[in-house]
């Protein structure tokens, strides 16, 4: 239904664009060599400002691995693909980061693996599914199925709760003061991607 009523428009929308191209053709040699450095002026200037836009995006923490960045970058990436709040990501982020330092763990403390050291003994999946950073950071944000845990998203009042609290909830950390300290990397790394 909504095909057909668009298609109208289109199509008029089509026909006016090339009778006003073909009126706009330039008609000689010296108007066409003028169309042509017209249309790369404009080109030169999207380009350019393209590179201004990404230029403004500051780098990733210096002390951070290109693997790291890259795993930083998948949590963030997971989060906006269910439509994370930016608070959220950067709840996942300050875990990852304390709980892994962003690196794809194959071992940590008892049976925990992957980027936020998530146990399969514990309910968050498999072992080789919780060492991709994808399904870790969709357990982490609560949006996977295959874990008894709750995650981010389904813990009531997380939007309310300081950052380092929300983690723990979810984490269960036996350190649940530690996340406090990574807001601004998490900031950089949010800001960065």
């Known amino acids: 239904m909504r095909l057909t009523r668009t298609l ?7 026909g006016l664009l090339a009778a006003s191209m073909l009126a706009a053709a330039p008609s000689g040699p010296a108007e066409a060599a003028n169309a042509t ?9 999207s380009s350019t400002a393209t590179a201004q836009k990404a230029a403004k995006k500051p780098a990733p923490p210096r002390n951070l691995t290109r693997a790291q960045v890259k795993n930083a970058r998948t949590i963030i990436a997971v989060g906006r693909q269910h439509r994370v709040p930016t608070r959220g990501i950067k709840i996942a982020l300050m875990a990852a980061l304390q709980e892994s330092s962003l690196r794809n763990l194959n071992r940590g ?25 994808v399904y870790a950071s969709r357990a982490f944000y609560g ?8 995650g981010l998203l389904q813990i009531r009042g997380w939007k309310r ?6 983690a723990q909830r979810v984490q269960r950390s036996a350190y649940p003061r530690a996340y406090a300290k ?10 960065s991607a």
């Open 182 to 191: 990574w807001a601004r990397t998490a900031d950089r790394l949010i800001a």
């Open 109 to 133: 403390d008892r049976d925990s693996v992957g980027l936020f050291q998530q146990r399969p003994s514990q309910g968050w999946g498999k072992r080789s599914k919780l060492r991709d950073p």
């Open 8 to 14: 109208p428009a289109t199509a008029l929308t089509t």
């Open 161 to 166: 709760m300081s950052h380092g609290t929300a």
């Open 143 to 150: 949006v996977t199925k295959g874990t008894r845990n709750h």
């Open 37 to 45: 450095r017209h249309t790369a002026h404009h080109a030169q200037a």
